[in-house]
């Protein structure tokens, strides 16, 4: 596949992660998941734009590897969501989210997946 091509499917997978993630805003959904998928759509965003910028994309969920990999900021209220790819997923919780749902949801992803998606 083309660099357009991979970055377009990771981007399909993006907005999966983030239709769910819409649906979950229900406070009773757990923490844990949540945070899980908002961890997971950032992680594709950030390889999206290492593919478009015809950069491989390394195997690794690490958050701040690849905003370093990017040259670019990654607000800490983002790297937060670290904890949840594998720590929040593997051991006993509580894992609190690092922001509203909807302040990471539309003020940050959604905001991150539409500058990359045009």
Same mark, same amino acid.
């Given at each position: 596949?083309? +660099?357009?091509?991979?970055?377009?499917?990771?981007? @399909?997978? =993006?907005?999966?992660?983030?239709?769910?993630?819409?649906?979950? @805003?229900?406070? @009773?959904?757990?923490?844990?998941?949540?945070?899980?998928?908002? /961890?997971?759509? @950032?992680?594709?965003? #950030?390889?999206?734009? #290492?593919?478009?910028r015809d950069q491989p994309a390394p195997r690794t969920h690490e958050l701040l590897d690849l905003a370093l990999l990017?040259? &670019?900021?990654?607000? &800490?209220?983002?790297?937060?969501? /670290?904890?949840?790819? =594998? &720590? *929040?997923?593997?051991? &006993?919780? +509580?894992?609190?989210?690092?922001? *509203?749902?909807?302040?990471?949801?539309?003020?940050? #992803?959604?905001?991150?997946?539409?500058?990359?998606?045009?």
């Amino acid at each position: 596949m083309s +660099p357009a091509e991979d970055a377009a499917l990771l981007l @399909l997978i =993006v907005r999966r992660h983030l239709q769910a993630m819409r649906l979950n @805003l229900d406070p @009773l959904y757990p923490d844990e998941e949540w945070g899980f998928q908002a /961890q997971q759509a @950032l992680e594709k965003l #950030l390889k999206a734009q #290492l593919v478009l910028r015809d950069q491989p994309a390394p195997r690794t969920h690490e958050l701040l590897d690849l905003a370093l990999l990017l040259n &670019e900021p990654l607000p &800490e209220t983002l790297q937060k969501l /670290q904890v949840f790819a =594998v &720590e *929040a997923r593997y051991e &006993e919780g +509580p894992f609190a989210l690092p922001a *509203a749902r909807d302040v990471l949801l539309e003020g940050r #992803l959604a905001a991150l997946e539409k500058r990359i998606h045009s």
